[in-house]
Structures are given as structure tokens and as C-alpha cells.
């Protein structure tokens, strides 16, 4: 059978994509059952688009914002060994201000994202105790500026914002922002599927799984290759892809998982979500049901994080 993958389309995933189409998971004819390879159908979004779609049921794994998980955990799995996650700064997520942050009052936020936006609102709130009134970003983010003492902004435009900042503007990194006050990973992303999708094609799933740590591995151990197919397809230059290909993680160890489950308390603290989930993995329930398959925990074991998905080329937000 084919399942049906989210893929978020900004800078964050190009590694993940390049990765894609060097193992052969975008070959021509790969929507369909190929023997020992699982037939895969990839379907772009931004973060919420995939929240929605996963929600819905219109994809079977996807890279969803971590909050989404946290506010659908009934429901969801994660994958044990992906995450879209960074030590300290991310780069894509930039909260651009035009007074200091301690002065913040009024923030327009991306409507793109669900965890930075919840992320935010629960540093504002507990780290730096400030009231703060929140609108959606509509327009030209200098217009907004006129209108908010500060923006948030993700993927390819904080990325932006980065580089080629807005005269009288300040950028904070959320990723540092996090850690200085942690000492943690921030784990913007979690790969997730459907429980019910999981229990019925569990095989199939963890196949898929394998396919993307692979890829990934390929990204990351070609990563100069990749940095060159991005040089024509994005305004940033070779030692910014350079650096944001670094800046992020996709593995998912203990301590990117302590990073999660606090992110989640503290969430709950702020009042972002009415409960503290339970991080429940795909393994748990697929590994019963395939035993054999690559990837999977049989009898319901945890399967190890591969060494080979750390460190590969980065994601950015798809939180």
C-alpha cells in the first residue's frame, strides 16, 4: 500500500528532500508497492497545513508541529528515532522586534507555526513575565511592525529576517532563547502517524520510517552536495546554508525527549495546554504487528535512535 507523507516545503526540509531523491523514494514509479520498498506518496504543507491534514486523516506521517502532537496525544504516535529539533539557536525562528525584548507588549505571529507561537507566549509569559496582546500576522511584516512593538516569523522568512534584517530591528533566536533559560534541546517538530493507521499497516510504516532516517543520512553525509543544489533555489548564500544546515537536528535522543516533555509542562504552566501528554511511539504498537520490519521494537520494545539520523543536514521549523 502507499502511505501518504507530509513534507513541509521551506528551507528546513531541502536536505531531507535532496536526501529523497539521491536513495530513489521520489523515483518515477515509487507510488507504487516496490518489493522490500514501501510505496510512498508525498504531500507539501506548511507546519499547521500538516497539523490539519494529520488530524484529519489526509496523511499517515507527517513532520507536525510538537504542540500539535501534545493537543491530539489520544490519537497520535511519534516516531522513537525523528525529530526537527536544535542545542540552542535554530536560526529559523526569530521573533524581529523594534523595541527591547524585555519591552514587548503586542506581537503579530505567523500563522504558519504552532509551536513557536506557544513557545513564545510561554516565554513571554513565565520567563519574563510579561503582558503581552497577540494578533495574526496579515500583510507585509513592516506594516505589522508599524502596529506591534515585535513579529514572529519562521522558515524561509525568519530566515530571512536573519540575514537581511530590518533597519531598527533586533532578531531573538526562540532556540536560544529556550536553552538559556533550560538548558535544553527544543523540539520544534515530532514525526507522528495516526494510532489507528498504525495499528492496521504497522509494516508498512516502519519501512517508511527507515526509508527517511536513511535519507537523512544520505543528507548528512553529503552535505556539501547539498549545500550547492540549495545555492540556486534560495537567497541565502553558501556559508549561511552552511551553517543552517548544521544548526538543527533530526534524531530524537533521551535528552531531546526530556527537552519535549518539559517544553510540555511549561506549556501547561502558561496555559497553552489543558494537560501534560504522554510521549507514546509509533514502535509500541507498529513493532507488535511487524515484528521483522526495519526499525521496529518487537513486542512492543523501544527501538534504539540510529547514530546515523544525528546531526544530519537540517530541518528549521516546522513547528
Request: hydrophobic share 40%; net charge negative; aromatic share 8%.
Amino acid at each position: 500500500m502507499t502511505v501518504r507523507v507530509g513534507h513541509i516545503e521551506f528551507l528546513n526540509c531541502f536536505p531531507l528532500y535532496y536526501g529523497f531523491e539521491h536513495t530513489g523514494l521520489l523515483a518515477a514509479d515509487r507510488h507504487l508497492d516496490l518489493p522490500d520498498r514501501p510505496g510512498v506518496e508525498l504531500l507539501p504543507g506548511v507546519p499547521t497545513d500538516l497539523n490539519r491534514m494529520l488530524a484529519a486523516g489526509e496523511i499517515d506521517l507527517g513532520p507536525v508541529s510538537s504542540i500539535a502532537y501534545a493537543r491530539n496525544h489520544e490519537t497520535l504516535l511519534l516516531s522513537r528515532r525523528l525529530s526537527i529539533s536544535s542545542a540552542g539557536a535554530v536560526d529559523s525562528i526569530q521573533l524581529v522586534s523594534r523595541v527591547p525584548l524585555k519591552e514587548v507588549r503586542s506581537v503579530a505571529l505567523t500563522t504558519q507555526s504552532a509551536t513557536s507561537v506557544a513557545l513564545l507566549k510561554t516565554l513571554l509569559k513565565l520567563r519574563y513575565k510579561q503582558d503581552v496582546v497577540y494578533t495574526q500576522l496579515a500583510g507585509s511584516v513592516t506594516a505589522a511592525l508599524e502596529r506591534n512593538d515585535a513579529v514572529l516569523l519562521i522558515g524561509d522568512q525568519g530566515l530571512e529576517a536573519l540575514y537581511y534584517p530590518i533597519p531598527g530591528t533586533v532578531c531573538s533566536d526562540l532556540g536560544t532563547l529556550w536553552q538559556d533559560w533550560t538548558g535544553l534541546p527544543m523540539v520544534y517538530a515530532v514525526w507522528a502517524a495516526r494510532e489507528q493507521f498504525a495499528r492496521t499497516n504497522g509494516a508498512e510504516l516502519l519501512a517508511v520510517e527507515e526509508e527517511l532516517v536513511r535519507s537523512l543520512e544520505f543528507a548528512r553525509s553529503h552535505r556539501p552536495e547539498v549545500v550547492e543544489s540549495a545555492l540556486g533555489r534560495y537567497c541565502f548564500d553558501r556559508a549561511g546554508l552552511t551553517r543552517y544546515f548544521v544548526r538543527l537536528r533530526y534524531d530524537f535522543t533521551e535528552e531531546y525527549q526530556e527537552g519535549l516533555n518539559l517544553f510540555y509542562q511549561l506549556a501547561h504552566d502558561a496555559g497553552e495546554l489543558p494537560e501534560v501528554p504522554r510521549l507514546r511511539f509509533i514502535d509500541e504498537v507498529a513493532g507488535d504487528a511487524a515484528p521483522g520490519c526495519a526499525g521496529g521494537g518487537a513486542g512492543g520494545e523501544a527501538a534504539p535512535a540510529p547514530r546515523g539520523a544525528e546531526g544530519a543536514a537540517a530541518p528549521g521549523a516546522a513547528s
